[in-house]
């Protein structure tokens, strides 16, 4: 057979990818597809467009099958329910791999494999995968599409409920592959469910292997994905390209690949605006905070991105941010009006849910969202009802809607310049010992403060509840390389910088601790504008202007923390503030302990900083 014309020997038919070659002239592109073709062997092949048609046209193919459910078209229009299989409902962090030459580059925070020996693994998973299936190529941007932040990347998927989803959560189709020109590089990613259809092989709902394995190959930029049809697992635009494989792009020239939310920060009087963007482990309301309503008058919060942040530095040495993604792909047990009411006008329509369970009107519900109705199919897809005693809803449901239907989306979400950021937050879920806010002293100290990221166990995650878990910069999961060398090139952004006192000012905020009695001391929710204020105006602040020095960091001065109409007691407020100097001398030593594990790759400057706290500390 000539060049443009593949057999597939299984089936003895012919196909093409002459639709490819008619779109594109990136001779990297096609060859790349072909050869993933020849090898996993798909019955047919679909060049995605990209357009609503196509997404009309493959989630009315998954309805006639039954494999997914059209919601009321009343209620919640163009909107689909899929229930998973009940064991393909999570990343998988023990089959997710990084595979580098020398085992020292994954570092301890990642499981490493050789890549010849990863790439022996899994030619044989791959051969003939697709078999009985079609192969949809995706080109896709990370990012507005040509801006200088965004990157592009081509995944090819047996899944059409991923075409689905990756239509949703990134800018896929036809205009994405005109913007990778005729040399330019792009992301390859091969994924597939695993799971061939022998002849006349019925399939299933939510076909997946037992086997999976997520790789990622940080020396050539590319991504396989075996296996598993979930989110992180399979949408690879999504934590595999743009933390994993971005973060190691980003170490290698010099920008910033961050699992950060990025908001607007409106002075509604002043008429000033800034951009933040902030860092927390999980289950401690990233979404929430990225679509925050303050209580506060005067103040305005608006969403670039509730998940991924990509800074490069602009002409004017500051660091400018896209969201890279294009949805919100988000947990919904606990989301409800009072939560989130951002997030439940964003996925009235247009909207795919995964594992969340079917309401008599063939609608959505979910733990937390409202008083549980009399009757609902759970995401079992059985008969359920509040008596049944167990969640309807899995834990990790979730929902895929546009970022556009955020009702409260940042002006600027799709500028390709990006928005400039004046600062980053960290945080945690802490019961005692973090104070509700505190700066850092500078761009070292502030490196320093997100690589002592950790946060408290909840009944979400494995492990004792309340443990304290270290997620240095909430990347623990995501970071595609050696964390000591993560804080290294962290600071070395102070370098790369032309003038560093350009560079976003650094903060800490821990909105969960509490009293003796267990209680919370803050608020929290859309009180923590209050927080979002003080941090706004240290930005614009001379020196030490509304605040005071602790041997910690910075941490608001008396009276600069907008309390007007906040019930909160003296007392309380002393609590929330108070430096309990045993408790972070303990915190320093479990950090030693944890930075120890990366021998030599730890930068000296992270030792220089944890000796001065301690210093400073033992004089307090
Ligand atoms: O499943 S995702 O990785 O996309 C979301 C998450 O687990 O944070
Ligand atoms: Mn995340």
Redesign the pocket.
């Known amino acids: 057979y000539n060049n443009s014309v593949l057999l597939n020997h299984y089936t003895k038919r012919f196909y093409s990818i002459d639709t490819l070659k008619s779109k594109t002239n990136n001779k990297n592109v096609i060859n790349w597809v072909e050869e993933q073709a020849k090898l996993c062997k798909p019955d047919k092949i679909h060049i995605c467009d990209g357009s609503n048609e196509e997404f009309e046209r493959l989630t009315s193919e998954l309805v006639q099958k039954g494999f997914i459910t059209k919601l009321n078209p009343n209620k919640r229009p163009n909107s689909f329910l899929a229930r998973s299989d009940p064991s393909d409902v999570a990343r998988v962090e023990s089959s997710t791999f990084i595979c580098t030459k020398d085992k020292v580059d994954a570092g301890p925070n990642n499981n490493w494999k050789d890549p010849k020996d990863m790439k022996a693994t899994l030619n044989p998973l791959f051969d003939g995968c697709m078999k009985g299936r079609t192969m949809y190529v995706m080109p896709y941007s990370m990012g507005p599409i040509n801006s200088p932040i965004s990157h592009v990347g081509v995944q090819v998927t047996d899944s059409p409920f991923v075409v689905c989803n990756m239509k949703i959560m990134t800018r896929m189709g036809d205009e994405a592959l005109k913007s990778i020109k005729e040399n330019d590089k792009f992301v390859p990613c091969l994924h597939s469910v695993g799971a061939p259809l022998k002849e006349g092989q019925k399939d299933v709902a939510w076909p997946c292997n037992s086997k999976k394995y997520i790789v990622h190959y940080p020396e050539e930029y590319s991504i396989a994905s075996y296996g598993s049809g979930y989110g992180g697992n399979a949408l690879l635009g999504k934590?595999c390209f743009s933390l994993r494989i971005a973060s190691v792009m980003a170490r290698d020239n010099g920008w910033l690949a961050e699992?950060m939310l990025i908001l607007g920060l409106t002075n509604e009087i002043s008429g000033e605006k800034k951009y933040v963007a902030a860092a927390f482990p999980?289950a401690c309301g990233?979404t929430n905070l990225a679509m925050l309503t303050p209580t506060i008058p005067g103040w305005k919060v608006e969403t670039v991105g509730d998940?991924?942040c990509w800074m490069k530095f602009g002409k004017d040495g500051r660091l400018y941010a896209i969201n890279p993604e294009n949805g919100f792909f988000g947990v919904a047990p606990g989301t409800s009006s009072s939560s989130n009411p951002n997030a439940l006008e964003a996925i009235k329509k247009n909207t795919l849910f995964t594992n969340v369970a079917l309401t008599s009107d063939n609608d959505v519900w979910w733990e937390g969202l409202s008083t549980p109705p009399m009757k609902a199919v759970d995401w079992h897809g059985n008969e359920w009802s509040p008596q049944s005693g167990i969640p309807a809803a899995h834990p990790n449901s979730r929902f895929t809607a546009p970022i556009s239907q955020c009702p409260v989306i940042d002006p600027s979400w799709n500028d390709p310049k990006g928005v400039p950021i004046s600062a980053i937050i960290f945080g945690g879920r802490r019961s005692s010992t973090i104070p509700l806010v505190y700066q850092a002293f500078d761009w070292k100290h502030g490196t320093f403060m997100g690589a002592s990221t950790a946060s408290e166990l909840t009944a979400a995650a494995e492990g004792t509840l309340g443990q304290l878990r270290h997620d240095p910069f909430a990347m623990l999961p995501f970071c595609g390389y050696n964390m000591g060398d993560y804080f290294g090139h962290w600071l070395s952004m102070e370098q790369n910088s032309k003038d560093a006192s350009k560079l976003p000012k650094i903060f800490y905020v821990n909105w969960f601790r509490k009293n003796k009695n267990g209680k919370f001391l803050w608020p929290g929710f859309g009180e923590n504008s209050r927080v979002l204020k003080w941090i706004f105006e240290r930005c614009n602040a001379k020196g030490e202007e509304g605040a005071q020095q602790s041997p910690i960091g910075y941490i608001p001065a008396k009276k600069s923390l907008d309390l007007d109409g906040l019930d909160i007691s003296k007392d309380s407020l002393r609590e929330l503030f108070s430096i309990d100097k045993n408790e972070w001398l303990n915190d320093l030593s479990s950090m030693r302990k944890y930075c120890s594990q990366f021998g030599n790759r730890l930068p000296k400057e992270i030792e220089n900083q944890m000796n001065q706290l301690e210093n400073r500390l033992n004089e307090y």
């Open positions: 934590k699992h999980s990233k998940d991924i």
